[in-house]
């Protein structure tokens, strides 16, 4: 009698499993454009062997297993993604030049509707920035053991290593982490009311361009990054002086629509453009601290909008309502 497998029918096998597998190949590169690549290439490598599968772990785990060593090859000889704050300068003062750095390959944001839902902890941004200052494996081993709970033989058999190696380099990963005080658990729960409140004001003060009123919905000790800017800034009224002084918009100028990412609130910046309608501007990825947004890292990579599934062009009459917010 011949057994069916969920490898018997591979395209439901990739539909079922796509959405997880891009959430773990995401944490591995820190690029939503590099996972979307290395998860059609770990499906192609799971089809071709499909024939010598042996059923001694569950389809799940050996998928998982082509992927990490996937994106360990992928890795080889490239930098970490870092973000602004990451890259060891120091905080940019209101006034300072903005220095920008096309070269250094930045960390992306990923679209929570690409990935589990349920894994939405693992791929907060601030985690996933800190994850990159991991070597490769050592970060492989971290995602596997404590966000797939995976145990050390399962990890060592899979990164064809000992259990003795994996736990060491769990230690080290453990150590790097708690040095940047972050963990897949300092992550929120859902919004409050009161935050989706504050989320309407802030889309409502950019509208507006109301400085004070932004500077009045951030934490004193807020920070503001922009890749590929490498400059960043700290603190609610430098991050005013920036916004006031650096952003081109004005009153009216740029409204903005709501998406999620790696489970936090986010926006797309639109830009009114001289014929008068509005042009993607920046992707921002906003974190809360309580009733005030503690950080925002405004991405400039335009090719995130079309990932987010936000519109290339809204209309000149285009007005903001509280829905959009």
């Known amino acids: ?22 959430a773990h190949c995401y944490r591995m590169s820190g690029s939503v454009h590099e996972a979307e690549d290395l998860v059609q290439e770990t ?24 992927a990490t060593n996937v994106c360990l090859t992928n890795l080889e000889g490239r930098p970490r993604r870092p973000l602004p704050a ?5 905080d940019a003062m209101a006034g300072d ?7 250094i390959a930045w960390l992306e944001p990923v679209p929570d509707a690409a990935v ?22 050592q970060r492989a081993v971290l ?10 033989a399962e990890v060592a058999e899979a990164l064809d290593t000992s259990t003795a190696a994996v736990n060491s380099a769990l230690q080290r990963a453990h150590a790097q982490m708690a040095e940047r005080g972050l963990t897949e658990d300092t992550v929120e729960a859902n919004l409050t009311t ?26 004193a000790e807020a920070t503001w990054d922009m890749p590929p800017f490498t400059s960043w800034f700290k603190g609610a009224q430098n991050i005013g002086w920036l916004i006031g002084h ?15 990412a790696n489970g936090q609130p986010a926006y797309g910046l639109y830009m009114r453009t001289p014929a008068g309608d509005f042009a993607p501007f920046q992707l921002q990825v906003l974190e809360l601290d309580g009733d005030r947004v503690k950080h925002v890292t405004a991405f400039f990579d335009l090719r995130l909008f079309e990932t987010f599934g936000l519109p290339d062009r809204l209309p000149a009459d285009y007005t903001p309502s509280p829905d959009c917010r």
Do not use: N
């Open 1 to 22: 009698m011949t057994t069916t497998t969920e490898l018997d029918d591979f395209p439901a096998l990739t539909q079922r499993y796509q959405r997880e597998l891009l």
């Open 43 to 66: 499906f192609l490598r799971a089809w071709r062997s499909a024939g010598a599968f042996e059923g001694r772990s569950s389809v799940r785990t050996w998928l998982y297993r082509i």
């Open 86 to 90: 990451g890259i060891g300068t120091p």
């Open 97 to 103: 030049a903005l220095e920008l750095d096309h070269e």
């Open 116 to 137: 589990m839902v349920a894994e939405r902890e693992s791929i907060r941004l601030a985690f996933v920035a800190a994850l990159q200052h991991l070597p490769a494996r």
């Open 143 to 152: 995602i596997l053991r404590d966000v797939l709970r995976w145990t050390a």
């Open 194 to 219: 009161g935050q989706q409140q504050l989320l309407e004001r802030y889309v409502d003060a950019f509208w507006r361009k109301d400085v004070d009123s932004i500077v009045g919905l951030l934490t």
């Open 246 to 260: 650096e952003c081109p918009g004005g009153s009216l100028d740029m409204p903005m629509l709501a998406t999620q």
